[in-house]
């Protein structure tokens, strides 16, 4: 891995607007690739099964944001996903999705379509997914849909920043972003798969939990690679030390990629092994997903009834 010559972050004393601005520590642990690889690989072998796969799977449906995130989106789909997420199957022990995720525009359709129940709507906010407008747009699209009713945003890193070491400007922007949030719960993309190497994203995991980062995720699902699961391993280990230093609970969202059972398990044991049951609520820990609902599903009809039901059983995604 890349061992960057300063690792210390911005230095303090940076002159911003004309005043002096002191940044908190940046500086972050070197990740030993090999190991973290090692690591996650081996925590998908775990075999799991029985009434254990079924309390997993029930999890993870808890746990997801389920989402649509295309240009072609329209009221009419959202306000579908919005059923699927309040009532994913008729089984009346499998329980809502924790939110769904949207753009902002479709986000008082989403509101209103699952208003009194417990899911909650995150929008994707500040120029997403690339994040090349200026601060006052973003800032505006934040304010905008938390006002038109966001529970949650999901805001975009500037990588350029990132990549060229600007750590202070990456700080800012998520501390402004946190500011214009207001009342809504601020989860920050990384976008793991820009940022080139597993340093990089111990680093940016830092900068936005110091930032104030309610929820730190990996990527946008615009591109490959999304989630992984050494990638998630090294962010679940910046939060247990961000833990371990100030003592906040920070959420994690791997999301992008994410499409079968199989997957979302393995993802709850590098979370349960890191972090601990603590983490295991939706309170903490999300899935951003937008196919990876209807083969959760399948798996929990195949363990009911000992056999697979066609995909034409489960409405689409
Ligand atoms: O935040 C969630 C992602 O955009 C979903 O990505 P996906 O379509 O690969 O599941």
């Not at 199957?89 to 499998?94: F, L, S």
């Not at 990876?292 to 689409?316: C, I, P, W």
Request: charged share 25%; proline share 4%; hydrophobic share 40%.
């Amino acid at each position: 891995m890349a061992i960057f010559g300063n690792d210390s972050g911005a230095a303090p004393g940076v002159v911003r607007q004309g005043r002096e601005v002191t940044y908190p520590d940046f500086s972050s642990p070197t990740v030993d690739k090999v190991m973290v690889e090692e690591r996650a690989a081996g925590l998908g072998k775990r075999s799991i099964k029985g009434p254990a796969k079924v309390a997993g799977l029930k999890l993870a449906i808890s746990m997801m944001d389920l989402t649509t995130l295309e240009g072609k989106d329209s009221p009419g789909k959202v306000e579908q996903l919005c059923q699927k997420a309040l009532r994913p199957h008729e089984r009346a022990d499998i329980p809502s999705c924790a939110a769904v995720c949207v753009y902002p525009k479709l986000v008082a359709v989403a509101k209103r379509a699952v208003s009194g129940s417990t899911v909650k709507v995150a929008s994707v906010a500040t120029a997403f997914p690339s994040g090349l407008s200026t601060l006052a747009v973003k800032l505006a699209d934040v304010r905008q849909a938390v006002e038109l009713g966001a529970d949650e945003i999901d805001m975009v890193i500037d990588r350029g920043a990132m990549l060229s070491g600007e750590y202070g400007a990456v700080y800012d922007e998520i501390a402004a972003t946190k500011q214009a949030c207001g009342r809504a719960h601020l989860k920050v993309i990384l976008e793991t798969g820009e940022l080139g190497t597993y340093d990089r994203v111990r680093k940016a995991s830092r900068i936005a939990m110091l930032a104030g980062a309610d929820f730190i995720k990996t990527s946008t699902g615009k591109i490959t690679p999304a989630a992984t699961p050494p990638v998630t391993l090294v962010m679940l280990e910046a939060i247990r030390d961000h833990a371990q230093a100030t003592g906040r609970r920070v959420g994690m969202k791997p999301a992008g990629g994410i499409r079968t059972a199989k997957q979302a398990l393995h993802y709850l044991v590098l979370v349960k092994e890191t972090l601990g049951d603590a983490w295991l609520t939706s309170d903490l820990f999300r899935f951003g997903a937008s196919t990876l609902l209807n083969d959760v599903l399948m798996q929990l009809e195949k363990e009911r009834t000992g056999a697979y039901q066609s995909g034409d059983h489960f409405s689409k995604d």
